[in-house]
């Protein structure tokens, strides 16, 4: 059973930034996918960071591109999203999820962590 826990996540203003981790004792074994989702109130969840199980092939959501970077320490079980820019329109739920084949299609993912909130203010 993979369990996946989040943190990392705070209140920051527009233009800082922040580093959400993810880690799970079964991600580097298993050959998970990893990808980072978010949630704003009253919205669905969108697909923001994916990378392969060996990080050698990460994809961003246009919305985040040239501020957000993802990366996977294999070596450390965590799996890593570095923010920076942050925008309000950032403010979400941010989640990791894991499967076997990357996609940001949250609809693919079996295997999610609780969550950790970001909130950005201008």
């Known amino acids: 059973q993979v369990q996946l826990m989040e943190s990392g996540g705070d209140s920051v203003q527009a233009g800082g930034s922040l580093r959400l981790s993810c880690t799970d004792s079964?991600?580097?074994?298993?050959?998970?996918?990893m990808a980072w989702f978010r949630q704003a109130p009253g919205r669905d969840r969108e697909g923001v960071a994916s990378v392969s199980a060996l990080g050698d092939s990460t994809t961003l959501a246009d919305s985040v591109k040239g501020r957000f970077t993802i990366s996977r320490d294999n070596a450390k079980n965590t799996v890593y999203l570095q923010m920076n820019r942050l925008k309000p329109d950032d403010t979400a739920m941010y989640y990791c999820?894991?499967?076997?084949?990357?996609?940001?299609?949250?609809?693919?993912?079996?295997?999610w962590g609780q969550g950790t909130h970001v909130s950005v203010s201008s």
């Open positions: 999820a894991a499967r076997r084949g990357c996609s940001l299609d949250p609809k693919q993912f079996v295997y």
């Open positions: 079964r991600i580097t074994r298993s050959n998970f996918c």
